[in-house]
């Protein structure tokens, strides 16, 4: 059974950091992007912002550019998201999710390709 796990959210002020972690179980970690999405209060669902690739690739979208970092760790079938200069707009709950066909069509940022998905976890920037 193909389960994902999101941690570390919590509160932190304007300009600080977080870094979130994705524990993937049911499925081998290595032959999967993951992508990372958001959804803020009374807003539709973003994303993804960030992926891995299978193959040491990775995608940004240009709101999160140069402030977060997408990363893994197949050994220990781990995905992380390092997050800095957070800003309130990026109040959300962050959701990863797994895309199977990545390692033969490469990266895509079409959200029906994810087919396995976290259940979330509360970020909030607030001073």
């Known amino acids: 059974q193909e389960q994902l796990v999101e941690s570390g959210g919590g509160l932190v002020q304007p300009g600080g950091s977080l870094r979130l972690s994705c524990a993937v179980s049911g499925f081998r970690l290595a032959d999967y992007g993951i992508g990372w999405f958001r959804q803020a209060p009374g807003k539709e669902r973003e994303g993804p912002f960030c992926v891995s690739s299978t193959g040491d690739s990775t995608y940004y979208a240009d709101d999160v550019k140069g402030r977060f970092t997408i990363s893994r760790d197949n050994a220990k079938s781990m995905v992380y998201l390092q997050m800095n200069n957070l800003k309130p707009e990026d109040t959300a709950i962050y959701y990863c999710?797994?895309?199977?066909?990545?390692?033969?069509?490469?990266?895509?940022?079409?959200?029906?390709?994810?087919?396995?998905w976290g259940q979330g976890t509360q970020v909030t920037v607030s001073a």
């Open positions: 999710a797994a895309d199977p066909m990545e390692i033969v069509a490469g990266i895509s940022t079409l959200p029906s390709r994810y087919d396995y």
